[in-house]
């Protein structure tokens, strides 16, 4: 299944296009209350582990994608570094959704292996957020 990917110059033209898209933050409500795109919507993909370390997947993330938007909405989802959101795009794209765009370089940036980034994410690239 392929995705189309947008870098966060492509994702903010949308959201500016007039269009009816929608940025979908995949991150959790933490990294999310630290700052995010004006008027994205926050849906978690995966949760904080309660029994220890790391994220465990969110298991109501299609249904409650499901309470927000149609299966024809546009919508881009988006997390801090691209791996989640790309995993968010394949699982609605699986689920019958039919305009969703992954955005790389996240809300931060993507890195490669060794920590050097890859693509620059929305903060970084200095475009409009908040915490409200």
Sequence with gaps: MDIKRIDPAEARELLDSGEGYTYLDVRSE????????PGSVNIPVATRNPMGPGLVPNPEFTSQVGEHFKKDSRIITACLRGGRSLKAAMMLIGGGYTEVVDMQGGYDAELDAFGNVIV????RRGF???TD
């Design 30 to 37: 933490e990294e999310f209350s630290q700052g995010h795109v």
């Design 120 to 123: 620059e994410g929305w903060a």
């Design 128 to 130: 409009p957020t908040t």
